[in-house]
């Protein structure tokens, strides 16, 4: 067997980050998660293929030329490189293709402060609508 775990934010998202082209309040939070969302179930539930991946690449990776706004995910050059490693071992051990599953999606402005207490790590996840993190748990098997 053959586990691998790769890290990856969604979108940092606010005024802290310099990335709120939907503006900072609730709407802007929902258009933003919504955008995370749609991201993932186009790219990356379902089949794992070369194709998903460079759709992927469009959507998460800045393009000097485009004016679309581009979420900030935290590992977005090694989430795509993790995938395509991923995707040519499956094959090249089993024949097979991988398929994503999207267990969790949530943010750091949803989820409010963690409870982590009696710690001298201070706040985690500082929330805010000037300053939210996306985050996503998703299974990859082989199919």
């Not at 053959?2 to 939070?29: Q, R, V, W």
């Not at 790219?43 to 998903?52: C, F, S």
């Not at 490189?81 to 943010?107: N, V, W």
């Amino acid at each position: 067997d053959i586990f691998f775990l790769i890290s990856n934010d969604a979108n940092h998202y606010g005024n802290d980050f310099n990335n709120s082209p939907y503006g900072t309040n609730k709407e802007a939070h929902s258009i933003a998660t919504s955008n995370d969302l749609r991201i993932i179930y186009e790219n990356l539930n379902g089949d794992i293929n070369a194709e998903k991946l460079k759709q992927l690449t469009t959507e998460i990776w800045p393009d000097t030329e485009s004016k679309k706004p581009i979420p900030i995910w935290c590992g977005r050059y090694p989430v795509v490189f993790g995938l395509m490693t991923i995707e040519k071992i499956a094959k090249y051990f089993s024949g097979k293709l991988i398929e994503g599953s999207l267990f969790k999606y949530s943010d750091t402005f949803t989820e409010k402060v963690l409870p982590i207490k009696n710690t001298s790590m201070g706040l985690t996840a500082v929330f805010s609508y000037e300053h939210w993190c996306g985050w996503f748990t998703m299974g990859m098997y082989l199919k």
